[in-house]
């Protein structure tokens, strides 16, 4: 059974920088295309950007240019680069791989002066 762990959430101020990581366990790692999510206060939970096993990916337009996705299928990480922070990027972010629909405790992105 797959289990995901996020971690390297914070608080920063905007244009700052901080990079998240998900620790994959149980799963066929290097085959799954994986997903980071976000969720803000009061607001649905949605995808930010995904990555395959092709390491082709895909990032909503709010982000691009300022997250990198990027995987270590070694480590069996998935990690979110992301840059140029804004205070509407303050939410909570998850990992998930496509199509399952547990989710975990995420961890919380805070971006304020």
């Known amino acids: 059974q797959v289990q995901l762990v996020e971690s390297g959430g914070g608080e920063v101020q905007p244009g700052g920088s901080l990079r998240l990581s998900c620790a994959s366990t149980g799963g066929p790692f290097k085959f799954m295309t994986m997903e980071w999510y976000r969720q803000a206060p009061g607001q649905q939970r949605w995808l930010v950007a995904s990555?395959?096993?092709?390491?082709?990916?895909f990032y909503t337009g709010s982000v691009k240019g300022r997250f990198t996705i990027s995987r270590d299928n070694v480590a069996s990480t998935v990690y979110l680069q992301m840059n140029d922070l804004k205070a509407e990027d303050t939410a909570i972010y998850y990992c998930?791989?496509?199509?399952?629909?547990?989710w975990g405790q995420g961890t919380q992105v805070t971006v304020s002066s």
């Open positions: 998930n791989t496509r199509g399952r629909t547990i």
């Open positions: 990555i395959d096993s092709s390491l082709r990916t």
